[in-house]
Structure formats: C-alpha cells, structure tokens
C-alpha cells in the first residue's frame, strides 16, 4: 500500500490583501492636479506599496510607532496600521485629506483626524507641513512612500527627520524621482 502525502499549504489572505480585493469593487473618483497620477490608482499604488514593503521589511526590524510622511491618499498610513504599526500619516494638502477619510470610509477604513501625533488613534492623519514639525525622538521609522520632489530637495526634510527619529529608528524612502535629482 501506498501512502501520499499531502503538503497544506495555507495561503491566508492578509488584511491589506482584502483590502485590495474591496478597492476593486467598489466606485470612488480621486480627484487631485498632480505630477504623480498613479496615486489616483487605488489598487495599483496599494499594490505598490505592498510590493517595496516586502522587498524592505526584514532591514527595518520591529517598529511599534511610524510617521508615514507626504502621505497623500493615506494607503501607506493604512497600510502600516494593518501591519501592526501604530502610525500617523503627515499631509498638507487639506483636499486630499479629505477624500482620503471619505475613500477609506467607504472601504470600511476609519482614519482618524488629529492635530499633533498621537499614536494611540492609529491610523491617522495630522494636517501639517512635515519640515515644521516639532519634536524629539517621536517615531521607530519614517517612511515616504513615493515622497515628492519638494520634500526630496529640501535640505530641512533630512533634518527634521532626524529629530523626529527615535534611537535606533529607520527611514525607509521610496521615490519615482530620477537619480540625478536625488544626487544633487
Ligand atoms: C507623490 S505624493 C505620494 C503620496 C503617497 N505617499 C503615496 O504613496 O501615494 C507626495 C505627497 O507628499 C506631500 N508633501 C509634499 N511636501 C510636503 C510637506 N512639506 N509636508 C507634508 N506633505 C508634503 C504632497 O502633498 C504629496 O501628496
């Protein structure tokens, strides 16, 4: 007699993976002038987002609390909470923060509004411009996905970062900029 034996795989959907599955069903416009269009893409940037995250997750080690910084719709904010990452993402412009609730709402998302970072109403988003944020030792990581060319240009972003960084904290930026950009 012959026995077989069968591996069981379990493939389990992840939150952000369902997630992506309702962003497929349902029907929301974003609306923004922007050089950067494919945010205006739902599942193709949450995808995308998912896609650098693997490809950095095991450099960046544990962190508990993340600032996601330039955080335009919200999905990388949204994202990192569903990681397990008590995070507040940083964004000033009010009319994307705004379809930001709205969209994430209508996905079964609630983000929360708040006015300094507090990590306990995960995830959220503080109305403010990053490189006038005060602070010492604030967050584990910063992240920018896909972070603008105004943000990569100035010299304060570095900085503040740094400030706002606890010890030991990581930075993880992605950019569609091209690199002599980024050189200079
Ligand atoms: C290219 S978008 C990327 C948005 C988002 N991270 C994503 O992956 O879809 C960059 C965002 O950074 C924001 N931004 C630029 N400068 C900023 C600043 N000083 N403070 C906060 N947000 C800023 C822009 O408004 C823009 O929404």
Same mark, same amino acid.
């Given at each position: ?20 599955? =309702? ?10 002038? !922007? ?9 193709? =940037? ?8 693997? %490809? ?7 962190? #508990? !609390? %993340? ?18 990452? #008590? ?17 994430? =709402? ?17 995830? %959220? ?37 740094? #400030?706002?960084? #606890? ?11 091209? =690199?002599? !950009?980024?050189?200079?």
């Amino acid at each position: 007699m012959e026995y077989l034996e069968h591996q069981i795989t379990e493939c389990k959907k992840t939150k952000v993976d369902e997630l992506i599955e =309702r962003m497929k069903s349902i029907d929301f416009h974003l609306h923004q002038e !922007t050089a950067d269009k494919l945010q205006l893409n739902l599942q193709e =940037r949450l995808v995308s987002i998912q896609n650098i995250w693997n %490809a950095v997750k095991l450099k960046i080690g544990d962190p #508990k !609390t %993340a600032l996601d910084v330039g955080a335009g719709f919200a999905y990388g904010t949204v994202f990192l909470d569903m990681n397990g990452i #008590k995070t507040v993402g940083i964004k000033n412009v009010h009319a994307k923060n705004t379809q930001a609730f709205k969209l994430f =709402r209508k996905l079964g998302v609630t983000i929360n509004k708040v006015n300094k970072v507090d990590f306990s109403k995960s995830p %959220a988003i503080f109305e403010t411009d990053f490189n006038e944020m005060q602070g010492n030792e604030v967050a584990d990581l910063i992240t920018m996905f896909y972070l603008s060319g105004e943000l990569v240009m100035n010299p304060k972003t570095l900085q503040v970062c740094e #400030k706002l960084l #606890k010890k030991d904290g990581r930075c993880m930026f992605s950019t569609e900029a091209n =690199r002599s !950009t980024i050189k200079k």
